[in-house]
C-alpha cells in the first residue's frame, strides 16, 4: 500500500466508517452508516486516492492497482497514467469513443474491432479448410461450429431444437439441436409382506 499522507481534516475521527463513492469518500459516524446522507464528504487530491485509516488516523493513499504492482486486486480506480487500453495504451481521456471494459482495465473500440477482425479472419479460414463432413457434427459431446469449430456454451442450449445459431467467431449460421438420451430411474415404493 503506497501511503501518501495524513488527511489534514480536524472532522475526521477514528471511529468513522468510511465508503467510496466514486472517488469521493464518505465518512459515517460509527454505526450510521447512510449510503445517500453521509456525514462528511471528502474529495481525494486524485481520483485513484482514497481513504485508509492507519493506526488510528486517516490517511490518503494511492488505490491504482498498477502503481502497487498489485496483479491480484481490483482494478477500482487507476492512476491517470496507468487507466490506459490494455492493448495499445491509449489514456482514457484520449478515447473517441466508448471502450469496452475488461478485467482489471479496458480496451479502446479500435482494438477490440482489430482483435475481433482478426479472430473472425482465423476462423473464416478454418472453414474453408474444413474437411468434415455432417456426421462429424452428429450426436457430440460438445457443440461447435459446424463450419469453423468455434466453441459453444451448451449450459443454456439444452431444449434446442432446430434452432438457428450464429457463429461468434466465423458469422455462419447453423442448426442446433439437444439429443435427450432416455434413462430410467427406479424409487422402492412398497414392499410386498408376508408369510
Ligand atoms: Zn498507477
Ligand atoms: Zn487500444
Ligand atoms: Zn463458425
Same mark, same amino acid.
Given at each position: 500500500?503506497?501511503i501518501?499522507?495524513k488527511?489534514?481534516?480536524?472532522?475526521?475521527?477514528?471511529?468513522?466508517?468510511r %465508503?467510496?463513492?466514486g472517488?469521493v469518500?464518505h465518512? !459515517?459516524?460509527?454505526? !450510521?452508516?447512510d449510503?445517500h446522507?453521509?456525514?462528511?464528504?471528502v %474529495?481525494p487530491?486524485e481520483?485513484?486516492i482514497?481513504?485508509? =485509516?492507519?493506526d488510528?488516523?486517516?490517511?490518503?493513499?494511492?488505490?491504482?492497482?498498477?502503481c502497487?504492482?498489485d496483479?491480484?486486486?481490483?482494478?477500482?480506480?487507476?492512476c491517470?497514467? !496507468?487507466?490506459?487500453c490494455l492493448?495499445?495504451?491509449?489514456?482514457?481521456?484520449?478515447?473517441?469513443e466508448?471502450?469496452?471494459?475488461?478485467v482489471?482495465?479496458?480496451n479502446?473500440k479500435?482494438?477490440?474491432?482489430k482483435?475481433?477482425?482478426?479472430?473472425r479472419?482465423?476462423?473464416?479460414?478454418?472453414a474453408?479448410?474444413n474437411e468434415k463432413d %455432417? =456426421?462429424d457434427y452428429y450426436r457430440?459431446d460438445k457443440?461447435?461450429?459446424?463450419?469453423?469449430?468455434a466453441e459453444?456454451?451448451e %449450459?443454456?442450449r439444452?431444449?434446442?431444437d432446430?434452432?438457428q445459431?450464429?457463429c !461468434?467467431?466465423?458469422?455462419?449460421?447453423?442448426?442446433?439441436?439437444?439429443?435427450?438420451?432416455?434413462?430410467w430411474?427406479?424409487?422402492?415404493i412398497?414392499e410386498?409382506t408376508?408369510?
Amino acid at each position: 500500500m503506497i501511503i501518501i499522507g495524513k488527511i489534514n481534516d480536524p472532522r475526521l475521527t477514528p471511529d468513522m466508517e468510511r %465508503s467510496r463513492s466514486g472517488s469521493v469518500q464518505h465518512f !459515517h459516524k460509527k454505526g !450510521h452508516v447512510d449510503w445517500h446522507n453521509p456525514f462528511i464528504v471528502v %474529495s481525494p487530491p486524485e481520483r485513484h486516492i482514497y481513504a485508509e =485509516l492507519i493506526d488510528g488516523e486517516w490517511h490518503w493513499v494511492n488505490g491504482c492497482i498498477d502503481c502497487n504492482d498489485d496483479k491480484k486486486g481490483f482494478s477500482y480506480i487507476k492512476c491517470v497514467k !496507468h487507466d490506459v487500453c490494455l492493448t495499445c495504451g491509449i489514456p482514457r481521456d484520449q478515447l473517441k469513443e466508448t471502450p469496452w471494459g475488461a478485467v482489471n482495465g479496458f480496451n479502446c473500440k479500435p482494438c477490440v474491432e482489430k482483435e475481433d477482425a482478426a479472430i473472425r479472419a482465423a476462423a473464416l479460414q478454418r472453414a474453408e479448410e474444413n474437411e468434415k463432413d %455432417s =456426421l462429424d457434427y452428429y450426436r457430440n459431446d460438445k457443440i461447435t461450429c459446424p463450419y469453423c469449430d468455434a466453441e459453444f456454451d451448451e %449450459s443454456e442450449r439444452y431444449d434446442a431444437d432446430g434452432e438457428q445459431i450464429e457463429c !461468434h467467431e466465423c458469422g455462419n449460421t447453423f442448426a442446433l439441436t439437444a439429443n435427450h438420451e432416455v434413462t430410467w430411474t427406479m424409487t422402492k415404493i412398497k414392499e410386498k409382506t408376508g408369510e
